[in-house]
């Protein structure tokens, strides 16, 4: 029952990884229909954004009021929607309304769907089942990218963009036979559903026992601090909303969303010509995410977060130092050119194996129980306003600066954090979310809760 939990609620990181794949093929057609400036080239784009930001800081209350299944469904029929009106627009404007739609959708399944995960699964393959999450927004960017590169030869953005309709349709019929989540019932006072829930998703009857014990404690000691209130009164918990603030604007200044979405015009700027070529390469990209995710699902819960965290950002530092250089150079020669998409399959191996599942999994772990919908809710925003500025001033800069300067840049951010993960981030592997939340509210150092 725990991984048909998981599967289910894991569509919704399919089509999450989808609404991020499918621009970067259809972008290019776009743009020749509409006759789009860098600019507006860049709102098409990051307005998904918009609309995920919203999404997920409202997230909190429709997860907390309605709960976490119920929340899976009306992401569902919100990408439905999204995505036929993206199908069906006359101009800029209608396409914008229907991203923002689609980012809505996105942001609410992006904040519900690792909540969920880490709220029906035991601490000792809680990082596992989270990363499996991730592995499924990778497997929605390889196929959309397939999707984009079978469509681009009758160039048809608009069938790029309906595709997205049919696993939206699974996610809400699969979200329909799903339980819901015994921390969430257990907040409601529904303490007999709760525990019954538990009996399908623990092997024996200790397990549920002691896992109801330690959920109605945590219950008890913040009877009275919830959400908001919770984190003007309390700043132990401020810290945690910080502390996955941070992570998530980590995550997005890696600079992965720009390889995702601007994938086939940074391959023809390393030499690939033609946009049939540029695509099937971003399809490639699209593989070696879904491989290396794997990587993470094997490591994480043996490994540890942080070991894996700084082999992530030492090698995503590393690759865009060399992509920097191939684009100074310029790749006029076969050699340089397969050096370029080496240094972003690399990079996207980095991400893919660290960064990518690994944010989630620990924004997931950090938060107190009543005030995890607002933490989960605030670092989530914090993911989509940083890939707003992203997917916004990707074009400008790399029109205005190069792209030369621009992965630059990204080589030292991504440096930079390793020395982030060094001092703030905790390790928490195979620790309870409970431990790990009178770890926070004792005051411990921010590293240190998971000890």
Request: glycine share 10%.
């Amino acid at each position: 029952m725990v991984w048909l939990s998981c599967g289910l609620a894991a569509l919704a990181g399919l089509l999450f990884g989808m609404d991020i794949g499918v621009i970067s093929g259809a972008l290019p057609f776009i743009k020749k229909d509409f006759n789009l400036s860098s600019a507006m080239e860049g709102w098409i784009v990051s307005s998904m954004m918009v609309g995920a930001a919203i999404g997920a800081l409202s997230a909190g209350s429709i997860s907390k009021s309605m709960g976490r299944k119920r929340a899976l469904l009306a992401s569902a029929l919100l990408f439905i929607v999204g995505a036929l009106v993206c199908v069906v627009a006359t101009g800029p404007t209608m396409l914008w309304i229907g991203r923002i739609l689609l980012g809505l959708a996105v942001g609410v399944a992006s904040f519900t769907a690792p909540l969920y995960l880490s709220e029906v699964t035991p601490e000792r393959i809680r990082g596992t089942t989270i990363s499996f999450y991730q592995l499924m927004v990778t497997v929605g960017i390889l196929a959309a990218f397939v999707s984009n590169a079978a469509f681009s030869y009758i160039e048809s953005w608009r069938w790029m963009f309906g595709v997205l309709a049919i696993p939206a349709v699974l996610l809400f019929f699969g979200a329909l036979s799903v339980p819901n989540s015994p921390r969430w019932l257990a907040a409601k006072d529904r303490f007999d559903e709760a525990r019954d829930v538990l009996s399908k998703l623990r092997g024996t009857s200790e397990e549920v026992e002691y896992e109801m014990g330690e959920i109605q404690e945590a219950l008890e000691s913040e009877a009275d601090s919830q959400g908001f209130q919770m984190f003007k009164n309390n700043p132990n918990f401020r810290r945690s909303v910080f502390l996955g603030v941070a992570l998530q604007l980590v995550q997005q200044f890696t600079g992965m969303n720009v390889i995702m979405y601007y994938a086939p015009q940074i391959f023809q700027a390393s030499g690939f010509q033609g946009t049939s070529a540029s695509l099937w390469a971003t399809v490639v990209t699209g593989l070696t995410n879904v491989l290396a995710t794997f990587i993470a699902i094997a490591l994480i819960d043996r490994a540890g977060r942080k070991p894996i965290l700084y082999a992530g950002f030492l090698m995503m530092a590393a690759t865009m130092a060399v992509l920097s250089y191939v684009l100074h150079v310029g790749a006029t020669t076969t050699v340089l050119q397969y050096t370029g998409m080496a240094m972003v399959l690399l990079f996207v191996v980095g991400f893919a194996m660290s960064a990518g599942p690994l944010i989630w999994t620990l924004c997931a772990e950090i938060q107190p129980l009543q005030g995890r919908d607002f933490g989960i809710g605030a670092s989530t925003g914090a993911n989509w306003i940083g890939n707003f500025c992203i997917g916004f001033f990707f074009p400008i800069m790399f029109e205005g600066i190069g792209g030369a300067w621009t992965f630059g840049l990204l080589a030292a951010v991504n440096a930079l954090f390793i020395f982030f993960t060094l001092k703030y981030v905790p390790e928490t592997k195979g620790i309870s979310l409970e431990k790990i939340e009178r770890n926070l509210l004792a005051g411990k150092a921010l590293r240190a809760i998971g000890v």
